[in-house]
């Protein structure tokens, strides 16, 4: 089988694609014909070995994929079985998608959900997973198309992407905070009613002028305390990513004074139960021009070239890797 390889010498991480025996792959009751993955921001960490995202080498990265059950000794999957998988730290310290073949636990894989294919899976991929359960956390905290604008922070990338088409499909009037102006058609075209540049959200006050009914922040840092000091009364901050750092320099005031919820989401180890109305609701609320709009396919060969486009920004939207 082919794979993407991830090993460490001399403190730098090395990707390459190489054949490995099966034989190799870690223990899981499920094993999986891998057909897509995709690169997701942590993907790119792994991969350039920017972040510590990998503690245990050689590792096969990739936090996500779809394929078609092999063989399984879990009875509630059956060989040629449609799946997919997100999180639970696959590609991190199991190994990942970008790979012929996964074996994992049963428990971690997902029923490829009516009216959606594998392909139109791995563009939602992980990214997508986290944006739907953003977007289940505003209306968990009763905001509704009706309440107002809702902001969306590094919308150009592969959550912002999916968020921005998502609220726009459910009929939130959305704005988007994009740090390169050439994403700006890319993000009319997926819903945003209004663009705004990342550079108005460096500085900011502990309280600000009310602005958004609610928010996905993909950034956090400044941005994210930008954010909560704009946020309405009553409002809610969905905070799922830390691109711009893991600080969030602000104060207890947007809490207190004005009844702001921060809200974290996490989509690696999600419940099952969330997992699977997430992924419904995914198959269902995305339109049909998304998978067109928002994705970019590459060949396994080429992830580690667009890993590290990834981490200095040049991509938008989802990178799609075509397995076989």
């Known amino acids: 089988m082919q794979a993407l390889i991830l090993e460490q010498q001399e403190g730098n991480t090395l990707a390459a694609l190489k054949n490995i025996d099966e034989n190799q792959l870690p223990e899981g009751n499920v094993t999986v014909d891998v057909e897509w993955s995709s690169l997701n921001y942590k993907d790119a960490l792994a991969i350039t070995g920017k972040g510590k995202i990998i503690r245990q080498f050689p590792m096969v990265p990739g936090i996500d994929f779809s394929g078609t059950v092999r063989s399984s000794s879990d009875e509630r999957f059956r060989p040629g079985q449609q799946v997919l998988l997100t999180g639970w730290g696959v590609g991190e310290n199991h190994w990942g998608g970008l790979a012929d073949v996964a074996r994992v636990q049963g428990d971690w894989l997902v029923p490829l959900p009516q009216g959606l294919n594998g392909r139109n899976a791995m563009i939602i991929g992980t990214a997508g997973f986290t944006a739907m359960l953003c977007v289940m956390a505003l209306e968990d905290a009763g905001i509704t198309p ?25 009929g939130y009037p959305v704005v988007a905070v994009s740090g390169r102006e050439s994403t700006h058609d890319y993000l009319r ?7 705004l540049p990342r550079d108005e959200f460096n500085e900011t006050r502990p309280l600000e002028k009310q602005l958004w009914a609610g928010a996905i922040d993909t950034v956090g840092d400044k941005v994210l305390a930008k954010v909560l000091a704009q946020t309405q009364y009553g409002g809610c901050v969905a905070a799922c990513g830390l691109a711009g750092g893991f600080a969030l320099p602000t104060t207890v005031m947007p809490f207190i004074l004005r009844n702001v919820r ?28 998304f998978y067109q709009q928002a994705a970019t396919e590459i060949p ?19 990178t799609l890797v075509k397995i076989k």
């Not at 969306?152 to 609220?167: K, R």
């Open 189 to 195: 075209q997926l819903g945003a009613g209004r663009i």
């Open 262 to 289: 921060l809200q974290g989401v996490d989509s690696v180890m999600t419940p099952t139960s969330r997992r699977l109305a997430a992924w419904e609701r995914l198959a269902r609320s995305l339109p049909q021009n």
């Open 146 to 170: 009706q309440s107002g604008e809702i902001l969306v922070t590094g919308a150009s990338g592969g959550v912002g992407s999916t968020a921005v088409a998502l609220l726009h499909e459910l």
């Open 300 to 318: 396994l060969a080429k992830a580690p070239e667009f890993a590290a486009a990834i981490i200095g920004n040049r991509i938008q939207g989802r």
